[in-house]
């Protein structure tokens, strides 16, 4: 992996790390620093050995949000020029699973950052929250949209409004994090998790997401449609007719990730 300022980055097994780095100031994220996660976000989804992203934070917090020393002095035409969202538009794009493991405090930036991964996980005592309000703005990331589209409308607007922090309890309780782990087993047990997703047929992980992703854009019967489409494409995969014939043979199966064509490769 390149050396990079902010983050740090490794393969461990099928799992690539991303870790923020920043500490001395829990983490706060500035463009260099997010344009660093997102490169390597990118990179690991490119790498046909890594089957998960895991995304987690150094130091006492996940991350306490955007680096205010930055938008201070800003204009409604300098952050156009800027275009600060770019890179965080990218994070959409990934195809492989993003798992990230938070603790701390998981405010503002750092709040959209979690929220743009498939899977949260957090210890009991993480705070969540959105105190943008309280700076006269809003959140820019995606913050509304993935916090309406979790918790709903009237919700998410009472976190929204009041820009107070949410314990991870009341996020468990509205779904925005999938379990909570004491400090102490949350890397152990979140890695866990990413072994088993990388164990799966990588094609079948991929589309899945995929179809899930458009549940949310899609009428019921058009999103049932793009799922069937999904659904036929992995018979073209040498996984599924090793799946399906290791279940005919009563034998653990053992996937490679490639099509028929050989032009689908994700390890072997």
């Not at 020029?81 to 994070?91: A, E």
């Not at 995606?142 to 991870?168: N, S």
């Amino acid at each position: 992996m390149l050396t990079r300022q902010y983050v740090k980055a490794d393969v461990d097994g099928r799992i690539g790390r991303i870790r923020l780095n920043r500490p001395e100031r829990y983490n706060a994220l500035n463009r260099m620093m997010i344009r660093e996660i997102v490169e390597a976000m990118e990179q690991f989804d490119q790498d046909e050995t890594v089957a998960v992203i895991v995304l987690s934070g150094e130091g006492k917090s996940f991350s306490a949000g955007a680096d205010i020393d930055e938008m201070v002095d800003a204009t409604p035409i300098s952050m156009e020029l800027l275009d600060p969202f770019t890179d965080w538009d990218r994070i959409s794009r990934l195809h492989k699973p993003l798992i990230a493991a938070v603790h701390g405090f998981v405010l503002g930036g750092g709040f959209e950052l979690a929220l743009a991964c498939d899977l949260i996980y957090a210890t009991p005592e993480t705070q969540f929250g959105f105190p943008e309000v309280g700076l006269g703005v809003m959140p820019g990331a995606g913050g509304t949209q993935r916090l309406t589209r979790r918790i709903g409308r009237t919700r998410a607007l009472e976190w929204l409004w009041t820009g107070e922090r949410m314990p991870a309890s009341e996020a468990h309780h509205l779904g925005i994090i999938n379990r909570m782990f004491d400090a102490d087993q949350l890397e152990e047990n979140v890695l866990a998790v990413a072994e088993r997703i990388a164990t799966q047929p990588m094609m079948s992980v991929r589309l899945i997401k995929d179809a899930v992703d458009k549940a949310g854009d899609l009428s019921l019967q058009d999103g049932m449609d793009h799922e069937r489409r999904n659904f036929y494409l992995l018979f073209g995969t040498a996984d599924q007719t090793e799946g399906m014939q290791a279940f005919l043979e009563k034998r653990q199966p053992t996937f490679k990730g490639n099509k028929r064509s050989g032009s689908y490769v994700n390890g072997t």
